[in-house]
């Protein structure tokens, strides 16, 4: 080996065993690289991530939104390393519920998932702190694809934390087989659901005609409510207080009145199933009640009728001053300590507001799509709405998007709760009015009457609810 | 020394041991990993299909429960409205005044049993006019699962009157109809007759739904023992999911699965909504063996688990836990990347060492000797005991032979020198005999004409006519010793002396010692004269 002549100079020696220790670090860092002790911040299809999911896009017939996560898991996903697991499809309601038990850690609540879709409220419920800023992934560019308008609900200070997946109005839905009867024998006319007033008139007409029966559920008053007071010139909340003025009475006095005479549900729960067993034949609702409406009403004896429906633009309450509400809740994300969770999400939510997939995945919905491309492209070409049966639907959004004002319902303090209290006293006051006009009508006094009085005691005691 | 010979031996064996694992590694020879994720899954298959009979079986006894409170209630309406069974049909009254009896039964059943869902159904119907045989009986089913605890959680109607559902005021399901269509009835007999107390059926999509589930249920009886209805409890995808989500501590998220044969073709229900069909049509897929392994492959993805039988309700159906082949496959490589790392490491390590062994120990030890054969100066001691001791040793024996060799050099020098002085001394010596015998020769010449050649031939002739001791006296005289010498000598007293002397004196012709110790010379010259010519 030459040891004899290699070695005479000590200071050599050294130097080959420097140069051993460099190799030997070079190849440790090679060696750490690839066992993966430095992990990368992308999934990939080596190293997959799975993102627990709950979502509200689906009833229990159909979900399009499993449809279109299929898609993404057996595509875009499987090649990035990125699967999203459905566990729960429910309610915006529930949703709330379980982010609540999951956040304050109470007994037998479910692990937050690492994606939802909520309404904004959400945020506060679950912490800012706690939510993923979309805009640390998507760039500038990306958002500014979207329909303006719908990202600014997403905006928490100056995180953005609810990316916009679909959007929905509402509309006014009718069963046309059973009003076609109704028609027939009264003379009302489809053309005469434009308007409120005109609403409101079928209602008594119907409930006459019917025996007794509803002619239509309204299913948010609150939005109803807010619509009429845009419309006449109004403001519907002022620094958190439901404004119960004179032009909240204007918008009452007639709803009350068909309300208490009778054709107006006063029930819980969803219009839909009261469809089912025609227990009304029409309702005021989201434009994703369309994924509920049935294709058959059943009678008491077991006997189905298949059914023609049709969806109507929100009735107006001015002529000049069509409006309508837009709302829909986001996909918000959990901020998770494994970055490739986080960037997964990311990738998902890039896939789903991407026009063409989100086109495919809202019109199977009854939503509107979130890109302005994806608009343009649903309202010059309604063929892209593969579901026929949704075709009347879109025509009405067409004709509201072009024709109404599109208002957002405003966030504030307490906004939900304050709703739904709304909610349950309209129909409280109301059921209660309508029973007593019952009663006294049946007792000998004069409807009209009876009718006056009630409806002024409704908004008297409703404006006492409303401060308590 | 030693010790640290056998680090050095270590390290190299370990080097070339951890090279050969690596190459068996390489070639798949040996795979740990997969052996892992093995005793992993099996691990989880046997918790999951235990709990899953138990479940079951647990689930059963709600149900043979639910049963028996269905008979009762059933019964009470019966005889408390003077009705038979038979009467039922087609009176839409009776029966809908039935259900909303028997509601609260179901309800509370729901409420305590751990399913998404009950339901009763009765071989009776409000019209049995329709063309397809429709059967009444409530079904309530929970909307919203987000876990598998269902306490408190909203529900639906599914099937039932809709008094039933408006005086109770429950949510219709969007697939809400009044009577549902099954073919409970057909098998029913033959499914309880083996004497099985529950039956679980495959899973199929629940009508009109996206959904799919299993069921649970139990035979109604009448009072005859006549089978009249059946009762029981649903197990939908999405609560399957719920309740047998797992993750494995090393391997993550695993999909549990229960799985019904269809002759060669599997369809299920798992705990990943990945898998659960979410359309119409039933997602089938194969099976495949392959090793100890069991290959799922769905189609458009395989995954690779294992599966066991699980006898549930008179039937067999399979257990399963599964990972996606992609997991396997990011798991094994993610294994063999961590052997190859330190089985890599291992032997780069063990390399260093044994360089390491040589700069430091072996190269100084060489140098060391190269330092002694050149006689170069010692330099720094090398560090090891044992070496250090040896040159030590070995530099004190060298000191030690050195000084011999100066001792010897110098002993040399010495005996040279007395070498020199003694040939000097010989020399001398010899010139002093040569000068000698030349005077020698020169008195023996001179002598030898003062001597009478007459006398000197008889002194030499009559020499061997003396006796022996007057020749030993003669001889003793020539040594140049005294007469008194030669008297202790040869122990003789004067006067034998002086007659010996006489005699000698006489016989030999002469008349004094001096013409003996003349005769005697020339004699002793004469035969070394003699000696020398031979």
């Given amino acids: ?468 | 020394m030693r010790r640290r010979l056998t680090f050095y031996l270590i390290s190299a064996l370990v080097m070339f041991m951890s090279l050969i694992l690596l190459l068996l590694n390489f070639f798949g020879i040996m795979n740990p990993t997969d052996h892992q994720i093995m005793d992993a899954l099996d691990g989880q298959l046997s918790n999951y299909a235990r709990n899953v009979e138990r479940d079951y079986d647990r689930l059963d006894a709600y149900a043979i429960s639910f049963s028996e409170q269905m008979e009762t209630a059933l019964q009470n309406y019966l005889s408390e409205n003077g009705l038979a069974f038979e009467e039922l049909e087609n009176n839409a009254e009776a029966v809908t005044r039935l259900q909303c009896a028997l509601y609260d039964t179901v309800y509370l059943n729901m409420q305590l049993a751990p399913s998404s869902g009950a339901f009763y159904i009765l071989d009776t119907t409000v019209n049995s006019q329709t063309v397809a045989p429709h059967y009444n009986g409530i079904y309530l089913k929970y909307i919203n699962l987000n876990s598998d605890s269902t306490v408190n959680n909203d529900f639906s109607l599914f099937r039932g009157s809709f008094i039933v559902g408006n005086e109770n005021g429950l949510t219709f399901h969007s697939g809400w109809q009044n009577e549902m269509q099954t073919d409970f009835f057909d098998t029913c007999d033959a499914t309880f007759a083996d004497g099985a107390y529950y039956a679980l059926s495959p899973a199929v999509t629940i009508p009109e739904t996206w959904e799919r589930a299993r069921y649970v249920y139990v035979p109604i009886h009448d009072l005859k023992g006549d089978t009249i209805g059946v009762c029981g409890f649903e197990i939908n995808d999405l609560f399957f999911q719920l309740a047998y989500k797992t993750e494995d501590e090393q391997l993550g998220p695993v999909v549990c699965a229960l799985l019904d044969d269809r002759q060669g073709s599997y369809t299920g229900q798992f705990s990943s909504s990945r898998f659960n069909a979410s359309n119409d049509a039933a997602a089938d897929f194969r099976i495949a063996e392959k090793d100890d392994w069991v290959i799922f492959d769905f189609g458009t993805e395989q995954c690779i688990g294992k599966e066991d039988a699980v006898h549930l309700g008179g039937d067999t159906f399979s257990a399963a836990i599964m990972l996606t082949q992609a997991q396997y496959d990011s798991f094994v490589q993610q294994g063999q990347i961590k052997i190859y790392a330190l089985l890599f490491i291992a032997a780069v390590f063990s390399f260093a060492c044994c360089v390491f062994m040589s700069n430091r120990y072996v190269a100084p030890i060489l140098k060391k000797i190269e330092q002694i054969k050149t006689n170069e100066e010692a330099g720094d001691a090398l560090g090891i005991r044992e070496i250090d001791d040896l040159f030590a040793f070995l530099e004190e024996k060298d000191s030690l032979h050195e000084e011999q060799l100066a001792e010897l050099e110098k002993a040399k020098q010495q005996a040279e020198q007395e070498a020199e002085q003694a040939k000097a001394a010989y020399d001398r010596a010899l010139e002093e005999y040569q000068l000698a015998r030349s005077e020698i020769h020169q008195l023996s010449d001179e002598k030898k004409k003062e001597i009478v050649l007459e006398d000197y031939e008889y002194f030499i002739c009559n020499l061997k006519t003396l006796t022996p001791t007057e020749y030993r006296i003669y001889e003793l005289y020539l040594t140049g010793k005294s007469a008194k010498e030669i008297m202790e000598i040869t122990g003789t007293k004067e006067n034998t002396l002086k007659y010996h002397n006489k005699n000698i004196y006489s016989k030999l012709g002469i008349s004094s010692r001096k013409q003996l110790l003349r005769f005697a010379s020339l004699k002793q010259h004469q035969d070394r004269k003699g000696e020398q010519t031979k």
């Avoid at chain 1, 995180?159 to 027939?184: C, G, H, Q, V, W």
């Avoid at chain 1, 998902?348 to 989100?358: D, G, P």
């Avoid at chain 1, 006293?425 to 009508?441: C, E, F, I, P, T």
């Fill in chain 1, 1 to 468: 080996m030459g040891w004899e002549n290699g070695w005479d100079d000590y200071s050599e020696g050294n130097m080959i065993m420097k140069k051993t220790i460099s190799i030997l670090l070079c190849m440790l860092s090679v060696t750490l690289c690839l066992s993966g002790c430095v992990k990368s911040d992308r999934p990939s299809s080596g190293e997959p991530v799975v993102l627990t999911m709950w979502h509200v896009y689906g009833s229990q017939t159909k979900s399009p939104l499993n449809t279109a996560i299929d898609r993404f898991n057996d595509t875009v996903g499987k090649e990035n390393g990125v699967a999203i697991d459905v566990v729960s499809v429910t309610s915006s309601s529930a949703i709330d519920k379980a982010l609540a038990a999951s956040t304050n850690g109470e007994p037998g609540a479910e692990k937050l998932p690492d994606l939802f879709t909520a309404y904004p409220r959400v945020a506060e419920i679950v912490g800012t702190d706690k939510l993923l800023a979309w805009d640390s992934y998507f760039t500038k560019e990306e958002l500014a694809a979207f329909h303006s308008e719908f990202l600014s609900e997403g905006y928490f200070d100056d995180a953005f934390l609810m990316l916009p997946i679909a959007k929905s109005t509402e509309a006014f839905y009718l069963n046309k087989t059973l009003f076609d009867r109704f028609s027939a024998d009264t003379g009302v006319t489809v053309d005469d659901l434009g308007t409120v007033d005109g609403m409101l008139n079928t209602a008594k007409v119907y409930y006459d005609w019917s025996g007794g029966q509803n002619f239509m559920q309204i299913n948010d008053f609150y939005n109803y409510v807010y619509v009429g007071m845009k419309a006449f010139g109004g403001e519907w909340i002022v620094d958190g207080r439901l404004q119960l003025n004179e032009t909240f009475e204007r918008i009452w006095d007639p709803l009350a009145e068909a309300a208490i005479y009778g054709g107006i549900c006063l029930e819980d729960g969803y219009a839909a199933s009261r469809w089912k067993t025609v227990e009304v034949i029409s309702n005021i609702g989201s434009t994703a009640d369309v994924l509920y409406q049935p294709h058959e009403v059943v009678y008491a004896d077991n006997t189905a009728e298949p059914i023609s429906a049709i969806a109507l633009p929100y009735p107006v309450f001015d002529e000049d001053s069509a409006g309508v509400v837009y709302r829909g809740d986001g996909l918000f994300a959990i901020k998770n300590s494994d970055e490739r969770k986080n960037y997964g999400a990311y990738l998902f939510a890039k896939w789903l507001t991407e026009a063409e997939n989100n086109l495919s995945f809202v019109t199977e919905a009854g939503y509107l799509p979130v890109m302005d491309e994806a608009l343009d492209t649903l309202f010059r070409d309604l063929s892209v709405v593969e579901n026929t049966d949704y075709h009347s639907l879109y025509d009405a959004v067409d004709i509201m998007v072009r024709n109404y004002e599109m208002y957002a319902l405003p966030l504030y303090d307490s906004a939900s709760d304050i709703q739904l209290n709304f909610e349950k006293n309209v129909k409280a006051v109301l059921k209660s009015a309508h029973n007593q006009y019952l009663k006294r009508v049946n007792e000998g006094e004069a409807p009209e009457s009876v009718l006056h009085d009630l409806t002024a005691a409704s908004l008297r005691e409703l404006r006492s609810l409303s401060v308590q």
